[in-house]
């Protein structure tokens, strides 16, 4: 286990936490005064974290994928040859050289590839999303981070405090002034405030790494002296409970749903449309040579005659996957509005809290302070 050696600096004008190591370096790489910022950590999330870049990785295949669903086969080159063998220089009767293509029926084309843009679309606002997400995670954590960082210094004061309560108190004990409650009393308060300063140095410890992981940050780069910047700040912002409700349905996880539906619903045309006959093209020479340049054209129909065994059942699946991102759009409906609820219940008891703070426990706090 690695001790710490641990140096805080606080400014009147911009407060810079430090942590000092004999250890290797927490950070490298965020410039020449190793100092990582909000916006950095977040720029970070977004190039590094593996969820999102395997998010955008299919995106692409998603979005390249009509090139191979176009429903137009590669053509089909074949030659024939027929009467070989039967007399002298090996006559033959007939010769061919033949190209086939193959086409999907239109329409049967067309809602595949409307069915696969909708599904682009929504990526993308999977993708937007879980961007969102990100930024709220990474802002999280840094917060944790410094909150650790706060909490040790504050802990530390307390451990202090603690120690000269203690002090004192035995130097009455010792002068006949004090009993020996008082001093029972005053040594566990010191022994359960080293207890609170070791368990804030745990906390400042784990901090970190949960900013790492959401930051995608390579292992070989997370070390161990690390500098933030705190220029946080917090406004007094009104948010309006029934606003919030009602926009639940433009967040980006409620429009991609919405965009799956849509690929759905093509996609069950595409299915029902598969009814229709595909078509093939034939173009031949025949008998080609001196006297024998003719020119064939073919065109031929491939009927689904095995109607009840495939196309009924690709029919039934679109229509169960449809059903499927109905229950998942009622699903982000009733997460959404948990979401909402909680974040503006929560804002709003955070809200009085820090007001509270701000118009009488900060002043008291200082007084009794001074007064101790």
Do not use: C
């Not at 969102?132 to 504050?154: D, G, N, P, R, T």
């Not at 405090?161 to 566990?188: C, H, P, R, S, W």
């Not at 022994?191 to 949960?210: R, V």
């Not at 040579?289 to 009927?303: D, P």
């Amino acid at each position: 286990m690695i001790t710490l050696k641990q140096r805080i600096f606080l400014s009147h004008t911009k407060t810079t936490i430090l942590i000092f190591s004999d250890a290797s370096l927490f950070f490298s790489g965020f410039g020449q005064d190793n100092l990582l910022t909000i916006q950095q950590a977040v720029e970070s999330a977004f190039t590094r974290n593996a969820e999102l870049q395997q998010m955008i990785s299919r995106l692409e295949q998603k979005q390249n994928i009509w090139h191979t669903e176009t429903g137009i086969s590669a053509p089909e080159v074949s030659y024939f040859k027929e009467g070989t063998g039967n007399g002298p220089g090996d006559i033959f009767d007939e010769k061919r050289v033949t190209i086939s293509q193959e086409i999907d029926f239109p329409l049967t084309a067309l809602y595949r590839l409307k069915g696969i843009s909708e599904e682009v679309k929504a990526i993308e606002y999977q993708i937007l999303s879980r961007e969102k997400e990100i930024k709220a995670e990474v802002k999280s954590k840094y917060v944790e981070v410094m909150y650790a960082l706060y909490l040790q210094k504050s802990r530390e004061n307390q451990m202090k405090l603690a120690q000269d309560l203690y002090n004192a108190v035995y130097t009455k004990f010792e002068t006949g002034m004090g009993n020996g409650i008082d001093l029972v009393n005053a040594e566990l308060k010191l022994e359960e405030a080293k207890n609170d300063l070791d368990q804030s140095e745990w906390i400042m410890h784990k901090a970190p790494y949960g900013l790492f992981y959401v930051m995608g940050l390579p292992i070989e780069e997370q070390k161990y002296t690390i500098e933030f910047s705190d220029t946080l700040s917090a406004d007094d912002i009104e948010i309006d409970q029934i606003f919030t409700l009602a926009v639940q349905e433009e967040q980006p996880d409620f429009l991609a749903s919405e965009h799956e539906f849509n690929a759905s619903n093509y996609y069950l045309k595409e299915a029902k449309s598969n009814i229709l006959p595909d078509i093939r093209f034939n173009f031949y020479k025949q008998n080609y040579g001196t006297g024998y340049n003719f020119n064939g054209f073919e065109v031929g129909l491939r009927i689904p005659i095995w109607y009840p065994f495939e196309q009924k059942g690709k029919i039934t699946m679109a229509t169960a996957k449809q059903t499927e991102i109905k229950w998942k759009q009622q699903e982000i409906r009733l997460n959404l509005k948990k979401q909402i609820e909680y974040a503006w219940h929560n804002y709003s008891v955070s809200r009085n809290i820090i007001n509270r703070y701000n118009k009488t426990m900060k002043s008291k706090a200082a007084q009794l302070l001074s007064l101790a």
